[in-house]
């Protein structure tokens, strides 16, 4: 199993077609070559076609150690059964949809877990301003893509808000010439 110090969580923030789902795609692909399992929280199939569906048991989440497969998303038990993952990439998409910026203590508790156990955590959203707090607290790394977000708003939420400032709009002058333009940041160093 890994040390939890070496269990990442990646925040990948960035504006509708900009590239987030094919970076996860690619990242997932990563982790299914070192025969590490891939869960995908999802609301909607529509992003990641027909993948095979995991049931909504704790014994079905456990007993997933190869490949990849999708949960649906069906309310706050479907995050419980998050707790029974296990040394694999879970990579919660459009996470705005299901956590809110007040990360409920279950969600956090089940986030620590997910780290000693070994899991890598992608959480995909729009937005600066649709990530929990918390999820700054807990990143090992940011991909930043363009963004629409106006962080003067968000300059209260966000550690070292005025590297993310610079970079956003760094990034965003990029992107009008190559939109799938990309960093990785880390805020806490």
């Not at 456990?62 to 879970?90: A, I, P, Q, R």
């Not at 707090?133 to 005025?162: G, Q």
């Amino acid at each position: 199993m890994k040390n939890n110090r070496d269990a990442k969580f990646i925040v990948v923030i960035g504006a509708r077609g900009t590239g987030k789902t094919t970076l996860c795609k690619k990242l997932a692909l990563k982790s299914l070559e070192k025969n590490k399992p891939v869960l995908l929280l999802v609301i909607d199939r529509i992003s990641w076609g027909q993948l095979p569906v995991i049931e909504h048991t704790k014994e079905a989440v456990s007993n997933h150690t190869e490949g990849l497969k999708v949960l649906l998303y069906e309310g706050n038990e479907t995050l419980e059964l998050l707790n029974f993952f296990f040394n694999g990439l879970l990579i919660l998409d459009d996470c705005r949809t299901y956590v809110s910026n007040n990360l409920p203590a279950t969600l956090h508790q089940t986030l620590i877990r997910l780290r000693h156990r070994g899991v890598d955590t992608i959480a995909v959203t729009h937005g600066v301003s649709d990530v929990p707090i918390k999820f700054f607290l807990f990143h090992t790394e940011i991909f930043l893509f363009s963004t629409n977000d106006n962080l003067m708003r968000d300059k209260t939420r966000v550690i070292n808000h005025h590297i993310l400032m610079q970079h956003q709009k760094e990034i965003n002058e990029i992107a009008k010439t190559d939109k799938y333009y990309y960093r990785v940041i880390n805020l806490k160093k």
